[in-house]
């Protein structure tokens, strides 16, 4: 025990005699062991904080970066005439007649050809090499063929995408002893896509459909992308940035500098520091039964998506814009009313001005911090909606249904292909790099902008 | 007239009124500006304040309740026999509203004129293939009174519409000839149109009470709904939770309570120790470049969405945990979601939550005290645990009480790291499930809203509710009545 006060010193000339001050005694030693530990202590907690931020990044990166690329197969395939024009008049309603089934043939061909080409000798037949391509090619090549009719009959060559089974084997995520149960693809397709790498046929290479694309159905990972639920996320901040900033600011006007000191601003206040202390999940309850059962506004909608996270992200706004008010010196608000400004005039001319770096701050604080909620989206219908679709306008894009990047990360860490693991820790990034130019952003405006009086 | 139009002509006669007004201010006083009693500029906002304000007023009040009105009068149309068997009226006034939508698209697109498609009857026409052939989808044939109805809905509607817009305007127009004729120089607008700024911004400030309000409301009436269909008994102290949407479910909340408070408890027993110590160095020991290093770097771990934690949680710290205490070494663990894998998350997630919180507790102790006791001779770490930490203790506990509320009411960790199963069981290894969780897997997919198994999501957001706004409120207390000891 190091209980200082109760214990007195050792001081009597019998104990002192042969003990210097520069030997410490035994108990001063326990004393400073006991400090040092305790300042041990101290360091691991931090190190052990910081450890905890580095592997869960480097988890992120590790398994995220993987999603960028993706793996492509240059494919040369013959648009034949006979199947995809029988008329032959090249015209675009009568071609549009075969179904992207019918293009399944073609491409079949032309694998068998590629093996043929590049010297690969096995006994596989068209529709059994076919399982090394996404089941998305049929309709790439049909669209090209509808776009282009003027092409049918040539050989074209096209970049598909490569299964997520070969992807997953070319990034190492699938190995040959994995496909022993699977029936996607099998061990030998393998070493059929080791001879194409090594042709250069088959690529690995950066996948921008990651970043711009939709979302796809649960078969074809391959073909999946965060783009469309980015928008819809950019659709709902704008709802946020326009309801949020106004409101909370005209809240905290109203309280910092204009309530009185009576019940009902008491009432606010309790209010709005409850608020920001409820559940999120709280507020998805909240939009489900007053938006949409009553409100009637149309379920995984962004308005609604937004409407919801305005209410979430108003206590962090008020609280923050709060505290830049405050900052303002009173001598500015004196020296206004002094030379004949009414309260509002001095407030909004003089106060609002020097505060706004502040506000903005707290602003993007806010809308960070909505950009990456996810608890409430899921209760408003954003999750179990696969987004496809762009929108198509502005209007769609407030009330079509469609997801949001948190939503969709979780989206894709439900599905059962571990090919969607690799999508939600890349959608992952995306969103932290979202996050992070916010921060960064509120950080350079507080740098810049901050006054100190 | 679409509600868009009514706007927009509202919108456009307040700037009209605001240079009208500035003008007409400024001619009454001569052209000499400074005999107004205010800026010119006041003078116009306030006529286009009274152009707007009431009229947009009204059109909001209306447009939420004419369409209550036209269904209450429409249903009343409905006579009970219409009704058909195992259906209810709500159902069947859904049905009418398609209708009639359907015949707006058939007039709009010039598949029927006005009077044809308020005249048509069942008898005579079939109405389902008329309305498929302009692409409006009937799930069922059109029965003779839902048509009727349909068309009542429709007559009424574009009365209510055309009322609607002739009133708003009316109001618009009124404002702006009043505030128009009541300006002249000596008139004071400057205060007219600072009072409409101040209630504004009280209307502004009352949203926050508004929410409040909403979130109690749409807990509590579902809450009563969900208990006229389940006893409260068994809810509150049953202890089986086996939601089917057959029917005969059990719905009791004490295993999800469990798991709740198990999983916070292990959250606090990561988070309260190293985010103490954490606090205790940087705010005692470390020095100020240290400081700015680490402190900003461990709140980031604050700035990271949920969804990013139960991502670790699900796919990093489940099968790490599983390769350790799984079937291939002790046995202990099932499968990757557990108490403990998401709980070892919530917990990384909560150690900023307690260290911010309480270095800011921390640093409000007096430096005196410190001085005082170090004075006395004790060391550092002495000083800590004897003088400061007692000093800072209501503050610390008023953070770990703040630091509960947030593990209880955290919903993505446990959705995607606690498991499924709901389980009164002391192993932490097993996988158990919360609240939270049970509120999402209730009220996504496609329940039906009156069901006790979707309603009882409600009750269970009331519960969540009650218990963190109680312990917020005590967190509020003690914190408050600690700083009152100091400043």
Redesign the interface.
């Known amino acids: 025990m190091t209980d200082v006060t109760n214990t007195p010193v050792p001081s009597g000339p019998e104990k002192s005699r042969g003990s210097s001050l520069y030997a410490l005694d035994k108990r001063t030693k326990r004393r400073n062991a006991a400090e040092a530990r305790f300042k041990a202590y101290g360091i691991a907690a931090v190190c052990v904080g910081l450890a905890f931020l580095v592997i869960l990044l480097v988890s992120i990166v590790r398994n995220g970066i993987p999603a960028f690329t993706q793996t492509f197969v240059e494919l040369p395939i013959y648009l034949n005439e006979e199947k995809l024009d029988p008329d032959g008049n090249r015209d675009p309603a009568a071609m549009s007649k075969v179904s992207t089934f019918g293009y399944n043939p073609l491409i079949e061909d032309a694998l068998v050809q590629l093996m043929a080409d590049n010297g690969i000798e096995t006994d596989m037949d068209g529709p059994t090499l076919r399982k090394m391509l996404s089941s998305s090619v049929p309709a790439q090549v049909r669209d090209y063929t509808l776009a282009n009719p003027d092409q049918v009959g040539e050989t074209v060559t096209f970049r598909v995408l490569a299964s997520s089974r070969v992807d997953g084997y070319m990034k190492g995520r699938v190995q040959r002893e994995d496909l022993e149960r699977d029936k996607n693809l099998d061990a030998a397709h393998l070493d059929i896509v080791d001879q194409l790498v090594d042709a250069g046929a088959v690529e690995r290479t950066f996948n921008w459909a990651f970043i711009t694309g939709a979302d796809a159905s649960e078969s074809r990972p391959e073909q999946a992308g965060i783009g469309v639920s980015m928008i819809g996320s950019f659709f709902m901040m704008i709802v946020v940035l326009v309801l949020a900033l106004p409101i909370g600011v005209a809240a905290s006007i109203y309280l910092e500098e204009f309530a009185a000191k009576n019940r009902f601003t008491d009432l606010i206040e309790v209010n709005i520091s409850n608020l920001a202390a409820v559940p999120s999940i709280v507020f998805g309850i909240l939009g489900l039964a007053v938006f949409i059962q009553f409100g009637g506004l149309p379920q995984s909608a962004p308005l609604v998506g937004g409407l919801v996270l305005t209410l979430m992200t108003l206590p962090t706004i008020i609280i923050s814009t709060r505290a830049s008010l405050k900052a303002v010196p009173p001598s500015i608000r004196d020296a206004a009313l002094g030379v004949g400004a009414s309260k509002t005039q001095a407030v909004f001319h003089h106060v609002l001005p020097l505060a706004m770096p502040g506000i903005l701050t707290g602003t993007i604080i806010g809308l960070a911090q909505a950009l990456g909620e996810t608890a409430p989206l899921l209760l408003i219908g954003m999750v179990g909606y696969i987004a496809t679709n762009y929108p198509e306008g502005i209007v769609d894009g407030f009330l079509a249904p469609n997801s949001a990047m948190p939503a969709q990360i979780y989206e894709w860490a439900k599905r059962a292909d571990p090919a969607y693991y690799e999508r939600a820790w890349g959608g992952i990034i995306v969103l932290l790099l979202f996050l992070m130019t916010m921060n960064i952003i509120a950080i350079i405006l507080r740098r810049r902008f901050e006054r100190r009086w | 007239m679409p509600v868009l139009w009514i706007v927009a002509i509202i919108l456009a006669l307040a700037v009209i009124g605001y240079f009208m007004g500035r003008y007409r201010a400024i001619a009454s006083a001569g052209g000499d500006s400074r005999k107004l009693h205010s800026l010119p500029n006041y003078y116009g906002t306030s006529v286009a304040i009274f152009t707007t304000v009431f009229s947009l007023l009204v059109l909001i009040i209306w447009l939420i309740v004419q369409p209550l009105v036209i269904e209450n009068r429409v249903s009343g149309t409905i006579p009970a026999e219409a009704i058909p068997e195992g259906s209810t009226l709500g159902l069947v006034m859904s049905d009418v509203r398609r209708v009639a939508n359907g015949l707006d698209i058939a007039v709009a697109g010039g598949a029927m004129t006005e009077d044809y498609a308020s005249s048509i009857r069942t008898e005579f026409t079939d109405v389902r293939d008329r309305l498929a052939g302009v692409g409006v989808a009937l799930g069922s044939d059109v029965g003779s009174s839902t048509l009727r109805a349909a068309q009542l809905y429709r007559t009424m509607s574009a009365t209510g519409a055309l009322l609607m817009a002739i009133v708003v305007l009316a109001i618009a127009l009124g404002g702006f000839l009043f505030a128009l004729m009541r300006t002249h120089k000596d008139f004071r607008a ?1 205060n007219v149109v ?1 009072t409409s ?2 209630y ?10 508004l ?2 309000v ?2 109690i409301l ?2 509590i ?2 809450t009563i709904e969900f208990f006229y269909r389940y006893p409260a008994w068994d809810f509150f102290f049953g202890t089986t939770w086996a939601p089917s949407f057959g029917g005969g479910s059990e719905l009791g909340i004490i295993p999800l309570l469990w798991g709740t408070l198990y999983i916070s408890f292990i959250a606090l027993v990561v988070a309260v ?6 606090a ?3 705010s ?3 020095t100020p470049r240290i400081r700015a290093f ?1 402190k900003p ?2 709140e ?2 604050a ?6 934690y ?3 949680a ?3 710290v489940g099968p790490l945990l599983l390769s350790v205490f799984g079937p291939n070494s002790v046995g202990w663990m099932g499968a990757a979601s557990s108490v403990m894998t998401a709980g070892l998350v919530m917990g ?1 997630m909560l ?2 939550f307690v ?1 911010s919180l309480s270095d800011d507790i921390i640093n409000a102790v007096p430096q005196a005290m410190r001085d005082g006791s170090l004075g ?7 000083t ?2 004897q003088v400061v930490l007692p000093a800072a203790l209501p503050g610390i506990v008023g953070a770990v009480l ?1 630091a509960a ?2 593990a ?5 960790i446990v ?2 790291g606690a498991g499924a199963a709901a389980r009164l069981s002391l192993n932490p290894f097993e996988a158990m499930t919360t609240v ?1 969780a049970k ?2 897997s209730q ?3 496609d329940a039906d ?1 009156s069901s006790p198994e979707a309603l009882v ?2 009750a269970l ?1 009331m519960t ?2 009650v218990i ?2 109680g312990l ?2 005590l967190a ?1 207390y003690i914190v408050r009545k600690y700083r009152e000891q100091y400043e």
Not at chain 2, 204 to 209: E, K, Q, T, V
């Open positions: 400057r600072e700024i101040r504004l911004l009280i209307g502004a400030a009352s949203i926050a009470i929410t409040t909403g979130i749409s807990l009436f579902n120790p190293i985010g103490l110590f954490a205790v160095y940087l005692e020991y470390a680490a770097l461990i980031v771990l700035g990271i969405p949920t969804i990013v139960g991502l670790f699900l796919l990093t990384i150690i900023p260290s006395l001779g004790a060391t550092h770490s002495e800590v645990k703040l509320s947030r209880i009411g955290e919903t993505m959705v995607m939270t509120i999402v009220l996504t997919g809203f999501a409600f957001g969540l509710f963190t706004l917020n409120i509020l």
